[in-house]
């Protein structure tokens, strides 16, 4: 036979921590009741006790005052008043003398002891009644024996009505507990039943499902709301990676086909005896270093995009990196006749990868460089800002980008109209975007310095390009 599961609601998580949190409650009621008990119980003991020592006392003085039989005299008195007391009056071989009890409870007999019993009684009813009663029993001078007890079960039933009371309302708050229970382990797995949905729906495949947000504040809201960011940013991922194996395989096309082209050619003309094989190879070997150089972009975003941080940052000048790049580019600029500047602020510091920042930075000139017509200018500062956020940024008097294509020129692949004549793959800036993200810091792209003096005379002059690499405060 197939093993009996239980109801599902029974075997959620919820319904399980409420049953563990009933019976604790149970177990610290059992406790706390049982406490109650002994201290009110110990207490009609102790006040007994008190009154009988006090009835004990005055006997004795009258015993002492006046003798036996004056005892015995005050004890039918007090026996035929309404005392809450009982009394019996011994001989020293232990014969009861007088008193409204028959018999000692105290055994053996003639001791000084302490004793509980039960007294037996008739009520108006005709019915017998069985109390609790607590007495003290002690020795006289002449060998006499007295013993004062006290009715203590009238007390004793106030009590017990007490606990039986707490003990009904302890049940009816198990009971409420366990509905309680019920109602949230409902309502908690149709919450759940939600997110299990989703998450079902992504697994076969269906990266569109989002997680219902009810609005109202709580805990499953904020878990829902970060599971449909965590699913928007898989889906722009996704996104990415078709549109970047899209975009490789279009850019990769070109350069394949024409070093495919490119050797053959050579090859023929390499049989015939009508080409320079060495030159043949280096044509060859550039579109090469072209294609590694496209792959190698992509596979440098891809490990930042997916570690989300630098691994093993270490604390670095920015401005003595911009000084070895400045070294670097300041021939280039010449070369090409544009006046380069340098403004570095030392003792500054930056957390994370130096490689990387460098690469970055790199990118951002060359395209400073490679985008600035001859007779402008392009500047290299590192600044601290007053939030205390370091920003290396570059700027340049060239043509710019538009403030609507602002936001996508940094994906993968995208290249304005101006850059189609221009070599490049549309990775540089892709890869500055992801070296700013897994650094915690961000890329600024703004206008430049304005439209420069002359612009109708040169074409590609414009308001210029102001890009800038901002990290956040070093710890």
């Known amino acids: 036979m197939a093993a009996m599961r239980l109801p599902g609601i029974i075997r959620t998580t919820p319904f399980r921590l409420t049953m563990l949190f009933l019976a604790l409650f149970a177990a610290a009621a059992a406790a706390f009741l049982g406490y109650i008990y002994v201290a009110t ?16 006392s005055s006997l004795q003085a009258i015993y ?35 008193g409204n009890i028959a018999a000692t409870p105290v055994d053996p007999p003639g001791a000084e002891a302490h004793a509980t019993f039960r007294v037996t009684e008739t009520d108006a009813d005709g019915a017998v009644v069985r109390r609790q009663a607590w007495g003290r029993q002690v020795k006289l001078a002449q060998g006499e024996l007295l013993f004062v007890g006290a009715d203590i079960g009238e007390a004793q039933g106030y009590v017990l009505r007490i606990v039986r009371a707490l003990w009904g309302a302890g049940i009816l708050v198990l009971v409420l507990g366990l509905a309680g229970g019920l109602l949230i382990s409902r309502n908690v797995s149709r919450s759940l039943s939600g997110l299990q949905q989703v998450v079902s729906a992504v697994a076969a495949g269906d ?14 809201d904020e878990l829902a709301s970060g599971m449909n960011a965590m699913l928007d940013r898989v889906e722009r991922l996704m996104a990415g990676l078709r549109h970047a194996g899209d975009a490789i395989a279009h850019d990769l096309r070109s350069p394949l086909t024409r070093l495919r082209a490119r050797l053959e050619a050579a090859l023929i003309e390499v049989e015939n005896g009508r080409a320079d094989p060495t030159t043949s190879l280096a044509e060859a070997l550039e579109d090469t270093d072209g294609v590694l150089r496209t792959f190698n972009a992509v596979l440098a975003i891809s490990r930042l995009q997916a570690a989300g941080q630098i691994p093993n940052p270490q604390l670095f000048d ?48 060359d395209n400073a460089v490679k985008y600035t ?30 403030e609507e294509d602002r936001a996508r020129v940094v994906e993968r692949f995208v290249r304005l109209e101006n850059s189609r004549s221009l070599p490049g793959s549309g990775l540089g800036l892709s890869l500055v975007q992801a070296v700013a993200e897994a650094h915690g810091g961000r890329l600024d792209l703004d206008e430049g310095p304005g439209r420069v003096r002359g612009a109708a005379r040169h074409p590609g002059r414009g308001p210029g390009l102001r890009t800038a690499l901002i990290f956040p405060p070093a710890e």
């Open 373 to 402: 017509p001859t007779g402008g200018a392009v500047m290299l500062r590192v600044r601290q800002r007053s939030s205390g956020e370091v920003e290396c940024s570059i700027t340049d008097t060239g043509p710019g980008v538009p």
């Open 207 to 220: 990266l569109n499902a989002r997680a219902p947000v009810r609005d109202v504040g709580d805990e499953y």
């Open 41 to 56: 119980a110990g207490e009609v003991t102790r006040r007994a006790d008190v009154e009988v020592s006090r009835e004990i």
């Open 64 to 98: 002492a005052r006046a003798g036996a039989s004056a005892l015995n005299q005050a004890l039918i008195e007090r026996a035929a008043t309404e005392r809450p007391f009982l009394y019996l009056m011994m001989d020293a071989t232990g014969k009861p003398v007088t």
């Open 318 to 365: 920015p401005s003595e990196l911009c000084a070895g790049l400045a070294e670097l580019y300041e021939p280039l600029c010449e070369d090409k006749g544009l006046e380069f500047s340098v403004e570095l602020s030392k003792g500054l510091k930056v957390r994370g990868d130096r490689s990387f920042v460098g690469q970055a930075l790199a990118n951002l000139l």
